[in-house]
């Protein structure tokens, strides 16, 4: 009896022990339980949740990961907010130029400006590694999307990924050279493709999309429609002789005018009534302020819902320091990092010293408060030109505070003005200034009577200078150099952006705007393109009309030089991601051609190898893909 | 592999069980230190499988005996005996044997005696445990163990420390070490836990063995990469009721302060390089922030247990409290665990039960630790308090500009203000429990089939608040309150058969099994900071499984008991891999010479001398996420979404894929001798062993073209650990009232990276965004720095900004960069020394590594007096200012080797003192002891304290020197 028991109990035992054993075995077979993790066919279901696939083709040139603003990386060896794309292509093409320096010592950042950078450098290596997982996310997108394709609108989604694409390839060219070509999900290692091939599929993507996007203005905020392939054909054409060797400049102004005649327009709505529609297109509702008219292609961004360390978040609290009040531009707090030199700022200055000498002889009337840089306590006037007898004027920079009229730097004889009405009176009310600025002011002593207008000057100029240094010494001191005012968070009313906590901006920001397209229009002419002289010069005067709030900006043909379409460039797009190209196109990156503060590390600036046209491809992905070869000087 | 058992099984059913009528022998068995019987005693007739058990009361009686045979009393942590069956009663005292050679090991799916192993494995008894107020297992053997190195890494109370033996092994995967209770392989811990391992009371611990090489590791495969841990947990005994009683108070004191400028230095360096509006920015109080913020702190414990038998059932019950302050304000842990173990015997001991159940309560407070480098970068000439301060009054750099008032944004806050104001408790429960069967088949009793089924369940549960009131920079600020929830449940099924077979000189012990493990996470967050903001995901869920299943087998064959040879064999299937590659076979083969037995060693001065070499293969993919080889989409939160129209969409993101990924595979070969001389005067052991990880999984980099990131989890590189290791142990006295002994350790380990196809830089630090110094690379250590080679003038002062051109090309940038030793030590010592007069017992425990080096982020990151006059608000600087002259904040200054220095240290952990009074009360006897712990550090490092984890010296929880008192009851 016992041992029946204990056979059955053996019986049992090992029993349970194979059953056990082998139901197990399908255990192995894992799936994703998790509820934010999907297969590609949940992705791919239907053109609804295929459009959150698209999203995040766009978004990988906005944002830095499936988390706001830090936390799920798409890239990593970087840190997550340098990640961002437009970050790093203002790291690579605005702070190695002329138009700004940065503070900080984070690793191979000083580099850039100093135009030292090796090859392992963080911001080429992780831009690389950007732009190739753009084109790997686009990839993916374009061969699953496929299964939906007979649904319209998934077909745009196509034709929209294939631009991103494009336009993710047009960097790689232009920042790399020679890079990988790839159009298709793969694990295979890329082989190198020539800056022609790249160019050649950029160029051919582009024109077979044009008809396959949208129809100019009829795709929603933040899609592209078939102006954007157009405007970057305009773009790609303008450059094409420096990647090929063949300029295309007929191509660039056949392109530029499709975009030109589409229906785009210049933002001309001063919401703000500060004189210029200039200063909307950076402001936090850039979405709806009318400055949208003008973006052909835009990044998004929200403080609230599209968060990142990057984009305008950066452009903005990066630029923000000194004494600069964080409240001004919708922000908690600045961090004390970019600035510019004083050949960006020089393009908009004005010779007030021979505009001044040209109004008469100096005179012993001047201006004395603080609203004049020497303050109340000073013994040092502004001297007023006289113009006639007893009437006196003067062009002058002004601070924001009070001033009087004084006679040889004496109170004994002075003047302000009691009921804010144009009438002086002796010893009169301080007269208040609103706003810094240039400003024309004239006295007139027959009359008793004075008038203070704000000087119509270049508005696209915004520079902080207040407690700023225009002459760099020390690149880690935020005070060295102008700070520069160009995007904040505030809407066009003054209010900060939707953030309350001041950290994420709201502020889109434009790869491709009008403007530039005006641009490369009336380059393509002076440098021969069979366009028009007077379209060209009617349209750079739109936006000088738009920069000066008047005519009194407009230029005539004969200004329309190489010379000054560089220059004007900068005015127009400085800080948006394109100068280094331009200075390239104008052989002016690398040549002594042009130097600025600080080229080639230089205080003074030099020139440096020519083989720092392209940056370096990364050391890393040489490493394990022996099929590429570095770029020259590297 | 399951049919194969069946038929095994069916065959033994078949054959008959034979049996001769004999005479039969009977007697007590007791305990020869105090005279009590001892029940579960093993006896044997010799060579035969003829054999019982003593009942409670000790005695036995054994039929069937011959008269000429030997019977084998056998018990375990007992010295065995052999006597001659000559006579009809006999009585036998068995003394404790836990030194011995014979004494059993707990090795893999079964035990060992000592003297029978063939791989390097340590077993460290209560004895030898390191005392003081330890509150996790791992921190009893600090020290103890050639090879095995414990770092705890910070000064807060409950955290244990990262093990390590011999060497990393690997660089992205975990190099923590198995953890096996009582047969049971440990899940990690989950959020809000402190330390894996300090569910169990080290109280509870009756040992902890360590198998170091892969010869012994391998029979658990892929989870023993990095050597296994294996606790065994005091259990029940056959007798009457003993209790324990201990209890302990200390003291922990504060002792370190990393050393920044005191508030007339900064103000003298604020006066003499500030601007007008900085000087204008200093206060006139001296606050020393970082006393500020630290306490002296207090802590208790006590244990409680019972060990005995309950209707005949051994029993033992504990219970245990520990309540501990951390020297940061605010930190508190506070733990409760209770145990409960049964080892039941059923049919003649044929059926042998063990029960463990253990559960652990823990109510930790954490103080915040944001407040330790914001202690050392507060200025020291503002006061803690300022009336006019609208953040509860605490002084705060506000922005004058700011309406409603905020901070600057990137000013420091008030430490006082971050530890007052934040409120971080975490509740974990975790319940682990097994029961094992190890049944003897009645009609085969070669066969033991043994079953274990555990369960491991953690729960964790935390709340952090901030306060509104908090200085902030946010003008929109309400504070924060987040909760959450983690749960990681583990269950496992080991099932196994062991035969064993003893014919004339051949001893064959033959095993195979099966494991079953899964394990289940569950973490949820809810975030109410996102709620106000209108997010739509601020309950977060994150949940994934991992399974693992294996086969294994083992050989052990023992011939004459001179020749020992051990093999294994074990098939892991991990779904963490994809079906093709998830297969990992990891074999082993050990072979020992006891040379002691030979007749030539008859006469020698050895008891003991043993000869080792085993070769073994583990797998590794511990700490891989799951689901890698999948093609996955990760969506995006409502922070991250994009907009088209006036719509924000989430975002899916494919997610970096590598379908090939496979096991990281370790072998290890191991060399060893084991001695002891002139009765065990000396003894000890050497080991040698060259380790080679293969196929290394490393955060990999992939060409950006061919994946969804730019690098995913992939099977690059190679690493080796060479390494001898020597323990020695004397007794250096031993007389009736005074024993004087001695434990030393020394391990020599060179670890280096042998393949690599690119450079992986690591070490992030603080200072700048995006700064490494270190970096694993091709024909260095892992974890080299990797810095500038600064230049001194005549007076060995560095000169800033000037470094050696190493590369000679004119310029110096990122291609000067050298590697430059590395945190690891290459040679490290353990010395422990105890000495019993009387009643009295003293003993001291002290390490020392050598050339070990470390980089100090606090001086390189808070030395640089440049913010002064760039920044709207003060920051203290970091006393090396006087030293470095460096000014101003610069990538080179940054990764300068000025900054890494050597770490070299002799530490002094522990010295105690203890008496002992017999018989206080009838049986009860009473140990009283003091304890010093961090008693003194020797070390040429100036930072804080040189032994930190990763050699990255940065905001360090400061290790607090520790009084103890206490004592212990048994009665």
Redesign the interface.
Known sequence: MR?MK??I??LL??T???L???S??K??????????????N??FKDAN?A???L??V??SL??T?????A??P??????E??SQFSRMLFNLNELTTDNAVV?????????LHGM???A???FTDAM??RL??T???AN?FIENAEALNSDQEVKYYIAEARFVRAYAYYNLMDLYGDV?L?STV?????TQASRQEIFNFVESELLDIQNLLKDSGAN????VDKVAAWALLSRLYLNAEVWTGTNRYNDCVNFSEQAMNATYSINTNDVNGNGTAYDELFLADN?INGAQSEFIFAL?F?G?????YGGTTFLIHAAVGGSM???DFG??????GLRTTKSLVNLFAVDLNAMNNSLGTLSDWGLVGDATPNGWGSTDDIELHETSTNHYAVYVDLLQGELKFRYNEDWGNNYGDDNADGTLEASGANISIAAAGTYYITMDLDNNTYTITPYSSDKRGMFYSNGQNLEIE?M????DGYAVAKFKNVDSNGNAGSD????FADTDLPIIRLAEIYLNYAEAVVRGGNGSMATAVNKINELRMRAYGSASGDITASDLTLDFMLKERARELYWEGQRRTDLIRFDSFTTANYVWPFKGNDPAGIAVDSYRNLFPLP???L???PNLTQNTGY | ??KL??II?SIL?AIPILMTAQRSVNGTVTDKKTGEPLPGVNVLVKGTQNGTGTDFDGKYILSNVPETAVIVFSYLGYAPQEISANKNQINVALSEDAESLNEVVVVGYGTSKKKDLTGAVNKVTPKKFNLGGITSAENLIMGKVAGVTVVAPSGAPGEGGSVNIRGLSSLSLTNTPLYVVDGIPLAGGVSGSRNVLNFINPSDIASIVILKDASATAIYGSRAANGVVMITTKKGKNKEFKFNFETKGSYYRPYQYVDVMTSNEFRNLVESTGDAAAIGRLGDTNTNWQKQIYQVAMGVDYSFNAVGSFLNIPLRLSVGHTDQEGILKKDEFNRTTASINLSPSY?DNHLKVELNARGMYTENTFGNRGAIGSAISYDPTQPVYDANSPFAGYFSWI?P???PP?Q???APTNPVALVNLTNDFSFINRFAGNAKFD?K???FPDIT?T?NVGLDNSTGNGHSVTSRDIPT?????LGTDNTYTNEVNNKI?N?YLTYSKKVNKHDVKLMAG?S?Q?FDYDNRYYDDYQFQ???TDYNK???????L?SYFTRLNYKFNDKYLLTASLRAD???LLN?DD?QGLFPSVALAWNIDKEDFMKNSIFDVLKLRVGYGAVGNVNGLA??KY?????????????????N???????EPIN?NLRWEVGKTTNLGVDFSILNRKLYGSLNLYNKQTKDLII?S???????????VESNVGDMENKGIELELNGLLIKKNDLSWNISYNIAYNDNKITNM???Q?VGGIE??????VQSHTEGYEPYSFYVYQQVYDVNDKPIEGVYVDRNDDG?I???DKYYYKSPLAPIQMGLSTRVVYKNFDFSITSRSNIGNYMYNNVASAKSIP?DI???PFLTNVHSDYFNSGFE????T???SDYYVTDASFVKIDNVSIGYRIDKIYKNANLRLYGMLQNVATFTEYTGLDPEMAGGIDNNFYPRPRTFTLGFNLDF
């Open positions: 041992t204990n056979k109990f053996n035992l090992l349970t022990v194979i056990v054993g082998m197990c075995q255990d192995l077979d894992q799936q994703p339980i998790d509820p934010d993790s999907f297969t590609q949940d992705v949740t459009k959150s696939a999203a995040k766009y978004a906005a944002l990961g499936q988390q706001g603003p936390g799920q798409d890239i990593s060896d970087i840190d907010g340098f503070a900080w010592g984070d690793a191979g950042l000083q580099d030292y950078w090796t392992g450098n963080d690389y590694y190739a997982q084109v790997s996310f993916a990988p790839v793969t694990t295979e290692l890329p929603e905020y933040g899609r979405n998004n929200d609230l819902h599209s968060q990142t009040a964080p409240s922000i908690n707090g600045g961090w004390f020390d880690t001191q935020f005070t309350t906590s001041g950290d050391t890393n992905v490493s394990i893909n | 592999m399951n058992k069946f099984v059913f049919f922005d500009a700011s309406n905020v600057y944004s990137l049944y088949l009645h009609f089939a079953v920079s946010n003008p929109s600020w099924l099932t099966y079953y899964s903001q209108g997010a869920v994150d949940l994934s499984k991992e399974v299943l299937y991990s779904s079906p998830r799951p689901y999948l093609t996955r989409y990760q969506t995006s939160t409502s922070t991250a979404g994009y907009q088209f129209g006036s924000f969409y989430q975002t899916y993101r494919p379908k955060w980099l992939v060409d950006p073209f061919t994946n969804f990131g730019n690098r196809p690119f450079n830089e200072g700048g965004v995006g700064n490494n310029v940038n990122n291609k440049a006059t760039t920044q101003t904040h610069s990538e200054n940054l990764l």
